[in-house]
């Protein structure tokens, strides 16, 4: 049996004129009044949201979607939980969908080629492909495929950079002949590969709907992914079942934590990690111990009920 709440990742790039972008944030939120939670970003160059509910009421909401902006193709990526997984719906309205910061980089312009998750490990085994994770280090940290490279951004913006400085040095081995690329949920890595087409670079490739729709669609038995996929929501990680995973949110400063992580030493719930220990006052500690104790408060009362 599914769980209560069914959860789906989408994006598109498509063009949507300003005026557009207002009408569909007035109908989108118009859903904050029902049992949807989730967060969408609007932009000129497309759409890129999560969003949590019943099922009927994600089937009306990616259905108005598709009507207001003629689309087929939201890259649908779909799991399940027990519990909601946001605490509202928020519409926010930027400049990018995903944030690179390179005004001219667009899929609507140009962008690599789509692998699906079934052809994904063929391209992985070829030792012709460079494959290049395009997430965070700190997302990495939690899972990746076998032998992906690690860029070591700590946000999306930096990976021009690390193109400019870092790619061609993998590229000096003259038997590659595809670069592979892969995100969370695609939107990061079809992004990336807009990128190095503009950078004049031949034969990049990008895993269609990104690790989720791999997992959702590859057997456990079959996939190349190790590890869990850090997720943008609070179920911080997903496993190979797409099932709420291991890792926990430090609420300091919100990077994920394994269960060995909070038996170390530095660990204090909500006040501090062994990643943060050094990066906030005594006043800042004081403020977030003030904070825990609210959260054990109610905590406690939700377990009597």
């Known amino acids: 049996m599914r769980d209560k709440y069914h959860i789906v990742s989408?994006?598109?790039?498509?063009?949507?004129?300003?005026?557009?972008?207002?009408?569909?944030?007035?109908?989108?939120l118009e859903f904050e009044k029902k049992d949807l939670t989730g967060l969408v970003v609007l932009g000129n160059e497309g759409i890129n949201g999560t969003v949590c509910a019943p099922r009927y009421l994600i089937n009306d909401f990616i259905?108005?979607?598709?009507?207001?902006?003629?689309?087929?193709?939201?890259?649908?990526?779909?799991?399940?939980?027990?519990?909601?997984?946001?605490?509202?719906?928020?519409?926010?309205?930027?400049?990018?969908?995903?944030?690179?910061?390179?005004?001219?980089?667009?899929?609507?312009?140009?962008?690599?080629?789509?692998?699906?998750?079934?052809?994904?490990?063929?391209?992985?085994?070829?030792?012709?492909?460079?494959?290049?994770?395009?997430?965070?280090?700190?997302?990495?940290?939690?899972?990746?495929?076998?032998?992906?490279?690690?860029?070591?951004?700590?946000?999306?913006?930096?990976?021009?950079?690390?193109?400019?400085?870092?790619?061609?040095?993998?590229?000096?081995?003259?038997?590659?002949?595809?670069?592979?690329?892969?995100?969370t949920g695609g939107i990061r890595c079809e992004k990336a590969t807009s990128l190095l087409k503009s950078k004049g670079y031949k034969n990049v490739f990008h895993l269609k709907g990104g690790i989720l729709?791999?997992?959702?669609?590859?057997?456990?038995?079959?996939?190349?992914?190790?590890?869990?996929?850090?997720?943008?929501?609070?179920?911080?990680?997903?496993?190979?079942n797409l099932k709420k995973g291991s890792y926990s949110i430090c609420h300091a400063c919100g990077m994920p934590l394994s269960e060995d992580d909070k038996i170390r030493d530095e660990y204090i719930e909500g006040i501090q990690c062994h990643l943060c220990i050094n990066k906030f006052s005594d006043q800042d500690r004081k403020r977030f111990a003030e904070r825990q104790k609210q959260i054990d408060k109610e905590r406690k009362i939700k377990n009597k009920d």
Not at 10 to 28: A, G, M, P, Q, T
Not at 146 to 170: C, G, H
Request: glycine share 2%; net charge positive.
């Open 10 to 28: 989408f994006y598109s790039f498509v063009r949507i004129e300003k005026n557009l972008i207002d009408l569909i944030k007035i109908k989108l």
């Open 63 to 183: 259905n108005l979607i598709r009507l207001l902006l003629d689309l087929t193709d939201l890259n649908i990526k779909e799991s399940y939980s027990e519990k909601r997984i946001f605490k509202k719906l928020k519409v926010k309205i930027k400049g990018e969908i995903v944030t690179m910061g390179i005004a001219d980089v667009s899929p609507n312009l140009r962008k690599g080629t789509y692998v699906d998750s079934s052809d994904w490990n063929n391209l992985l085994e070829d030792r012709n492909t460079l494959v290049i994770d395009t997430r965070n280090n700190y997302e990495i940290n939690l899972g990746t495929f076998k032998n992906a490279i690690n860029p070591d951004t700590r946000k999306f913006r930096e990976f021009p950079k690390w193109v400019e400085t870092k790619l061609d040095e993998y590229l000096k081995n003259k038997e590659i002949k595809n670069i592979a690329m892969f995100c």
């Open 213 to 240: 729709k791999y997992l959702e669609e590859v057997p456990s038995a079959k996939s190349l992914y190790e590890g869990e996929c850090y997720v943008f929501d609070d179920r911080v990680a997903l496993d190979q």
